[in-house]
């Protein structure tokens, strides 16, 4: 069995109706279900409600903007405007509406019904085997399109993720990296070999990110190592000279002694010393004049030049020693080639080392040719001037890859913009490297879906085209002629009127010929339901799988054909998988009440299959707008064959509101008016009208309130355009106060005329 409507779900913003919640009570809608309402309570709203379900859309007569949402037995839930598809095919609504769109009265025309013709037995086969089809391929469609939407939901969250774990790496200030670019980085580099930086490397690139200006630039180190050479050359060829001019034979036989020599004879001559100061004895002239000869001028010279060559091996070993101080630190360079200048300073420093000791010994050696300038210096440990030579090369080479380091820094200094921008995207491809793999997954599995999705679709649309062109094929209104033809006849209890099938549709007749002027409203109310029953199983579709809605089936009808549209819509449709009937019309009410009481009852374990719902219209306290709520029939209305019942409990909860605010005072009037009717059409008998009638019971009863009278006199006057309830679209003209004056003339007139009756009333109402 086809899942029913069980619930009016949610509802807001329907005019009247008011707004429904989940957390409203369920409406609990059975296999049969009566709604009971007066004219203007909302009832066409509803129909079109469930019109909106059988068109797929919202229904253009319903308020812009408003929504609903049903639920069906299985759980499911569909509305307008998120889930509006579904039911097209199993609800058919009767309403106004229908009415407009399938008749042209004026013209005598109405839209063909088609049935599927006999004679295409195949083609029939064929559409009933697509149509089994369809439900599954439209659910396809729409699980398919879960799918995509889940795979492009799941692949928006990884992008947004990956970006914004990229974002703060890459210091953008109010620039943003956001999901978009991280998507037209893998389209630019997915097909690239794009790695993974070493956290190094990532680390510099992010240093340079982080700078908001260039560094400063760095001077290039200037050193001559050819100093180095030269001074060995030289230096190991003044140490190997000797003092050849020294005539005397001590300093000959003791070189050592020439500088103590030298300094004793001019200490001597200074002091004008005659006697020697370490042996005592007097220096002859003759010897002082030989000490003199020999100790000339060239010795002075020579010890001066060994002083001056001592002097400059210091400052070569000073600028030796200065190199590496003069090689820039590492925080003077970007991140990215720290670890570059790191290497060759330590090259540079290793590089310094030899030469150092080269000059270490050579001053060793110098220093010994100071001590003793008149002999030659022992220069065997010292280098060869090839090995200091390369000593220095090597000093050099380091310091020229130094210097290449410094250039680079410096030529980023100039580019600055140039290599920040280099190092975002060496960035940016570090972490697209990393998810590159995922990211392609994502795109996978996003175009799969999406194919199976378009996939699933063109399925669908080729189903309902196939299907289309089969019902075109087989499509034929006439049989529906006949049968419409004789629910009319047996509706109006006459064959006046017919219809015939013509090629657009049917044309509407009157003894044969086409009919002239219009059909009165009951014989178009006739018409319009017959053709609607003829509908039901047209197209293909099957009663047992139909949810149907009737909004007012008995409008100017009169009661023969009442009672048979009534018995009519019961026994036709009783087979249907659900009915909703909808009316305003007290007697159409008692019809399907009296029928489907005992099915609304829990007898035994056997569950209610019908359902007695009223929709209440009141003014809520504080407001001056109309409300309709749907709410379980009254007792009065379910239990009770006279509507006297049920508007006599409306006077009685009136009468007993308090003075100042009563919900049901616009309707009042109508209800009071309808009371007095009844109750004088058994008192008084005849067609006096109601003041004619109010007269006479004054007359019969002398001892009524005269001036309690007068306020059912004025009620009288006032409601006398008014035959029944039909007319709530409406306000009354009297005031509340005239309201409750009428309400208790109505009450005491009542118990003066037939206090028994009224006390039943009142029992019963209670």
């Not at 209104?477 to 009319?488: M, R, T």
């Not at 023969?560 to 009915?579: E, F, H």
Request: net charge negative.
């Amino acid at each position: 069995m086809p899942d029913k409507i069980a619930n009016l779900r949610t509802l807001k913003g329907m005019g009247i109706l008011a707004d429904r919640a989940a957390q409203s009570p369920s409406l609990d809608l059975k296999k049969l279900n009566l709604i009971y309402g007066f004219n203007g309570s909302g009832k066409t709203t509803l129909s079109r409600l469930y019109a909106s379900l059988e068109n797929g859309e919202l229904h253009p007569g319903l308020p812009a903007g408003s929504s609903f949402e049903i639920s069906m037995e299985d759980g499911s839930r569909l509305g307008c405007p998120s889930n509006p598809t579904g039911l097209e095919k199993r609800i058919l609504v009767f309403n106004g509406d229908f009415i407009e769109s399938n008749f042209q009265w004026a013209q005598g025309k109405a839209n063909p019904v088609f049935f599927i013709g006999v004679d295409q037995a195949a083609a029939a086969k064929a559409l009933a085997a697509l149509e089994a089809q369809i439900p599954q391929l439209s659910a396809n469609v729409t699980a398919t399109e879960n799918s995509a939407k889940q795979a492009d939901k799941a692949f928006g969250i990884f992008k947004k993720d990956r970006a914004k774990n990229v974002a703060p790496r890459l210091y953008q200030g109010s620039r943003k990296y956001e999901a978009p670019q991280l998507t037209k980085d893998y389209e630019n580099w997915c097909s690239d070999e794009i790695t993974v930086l070493d956290d190094e490397a990532l680390k510099a690139a992010e240093d340079t990110r982080r700078l908001a200006e260039p560094m400063p630039k760095i001077d290039e180190v200037v050193f001559d190592a050819s100093n180095i050479g030269k001074a060995f050359d030289f230096i190991r060829e003044i140490c190997t000279q000797e003092l050849s001019t020294v005539a005397l034979e001590e300093v000959q036989q003791h070189p050592d002694m020439l500088l103590w020599l030298k300094t004793g004879r001019e200490y001597h001559d200074h002091n004008e010393l005659n006697d020697c100061l370490f042996c005592g004895n007097k220096i002859s002239s003759e010897r002082l004049s030989s000490l003199k000869s020999a100790l000339d001028n060239k010795i002075d010279e020579f010890v001066s030049r060994l002083t001056k060559t001592a002097d400059r091996l210091q400052a070569v070993r000073a600028d030796v020693d200065g190199v590496y101080e003069l090689a820039p630190s590492l925080d003077a360079f970007p991140a990215n080639l720290q670890s570059e200048v790191k290497e060759r300073r330590t090259a540079l420093k290793s590089a310094l080392k030899v030469p150092k000791d080269y000059l270490k010994k050579l001053n060793e050696v110098l220093s010994s040719k100071q001590s003793r300038p008149a002999s030659p210096a022992d220069v065997s440990k010292l280098p060869t001037q090839p090995e200091v030579e390369q000593a220095a090369t090597q000093i050099q080479d380091a310091l020229a890859r130094l210097n290449e380091i410094i250039g680079q820094h410096n030529q980023i200094v100039t580019n600055f913009e140039k290599h920040r921008d280099e190092a975002g995207i060496l960035i940016r491809k570090h972490f697209l490297a990393e998810c590159k793999g995922d990211f392609a997954a994502h795109v996978q599995s996003v175009e799969s879906a999406k194919t199976t999705h378009e996939a699933a679709q063109t399925a669908l649309v080729q189903a309902n085209e196939q299907a289309e062109e089969l019902r075109q094929k087989i499509r034929t209104h006439g049989p529906a002629a006949d049968i419409i033809n004789k629910l009319v006849a047996s509706y109006l209890g006459h064959n006046e009127l017919t219809i015939l099938s013509v090629d657009e549709g049917y044309e509407l007749q009157r003894y044969g010929r086409p009919i002239e002027g219009m059909p009165s409203e009951g014989e178009k109310t006739a018409i319009a339901i017959s053709y609607f029953l003829s509908r039901l199983e047209s197209e293909g579709r099957k009663l047992k799988d139909l949810i149907v809605v009737i909004d007012d089936p008995v409008s100017s009808l009169d009661t023969k054909a009442l009672n048979y549209a009534c018995s009519l819509i019961r026994s036709r449709l009783s087979k249907a998988c659900q009915l909703i009937v909808l009316t305003h019309n007290q007697q159409c009410l008692n019809e399907f009440r009296k029928a489907w009481k005992n099915k609304a009852r829990t007898s035994g374990d056997a569950e209610p299959t019908a359902s007695f719902l009223f929709i209440d219209t009141a003014i809520p306290e504080g407001q001056t707008k109309r409300v309709s709520s749907l709410t379980k029939m009254s007792k009065l209305l379910r239990e009770y064959d006279s509507e006297y019942h049920f508007l006599f409990h409306y006077v009685l909860n009136f009468s007993n509101a308090a003075d100042s605010y009563s919900e049901h005072s616009y309707m009042m009037p109508n209800v009071l008016r309808r009371v007095l009717d009844i109750f004088l059409a058994f008192k008084c008998p005849g067609s006096s009208g109601l003041s004619g009638k109010i007269e006479e019971i004054c007359r019969h009863f002398p001892d009524l309130n005269l001036d309690r009278m007068n306020a059912l006199e004025r009620l009288a006057q006032v409601e006398s355009h008014s035959d029944n309830l039909d007319d709530l679209i409406s306000f009354s003209s009297m005031t509340l106060e005239e309201t409750k004056e009428a309400t208790t003339a109505l009450l005491e007139m009542m118990e003066h005329v037939d206090e028994r009756h009224t006390t039943s009333l009142k029992r019963i109402c209670r």
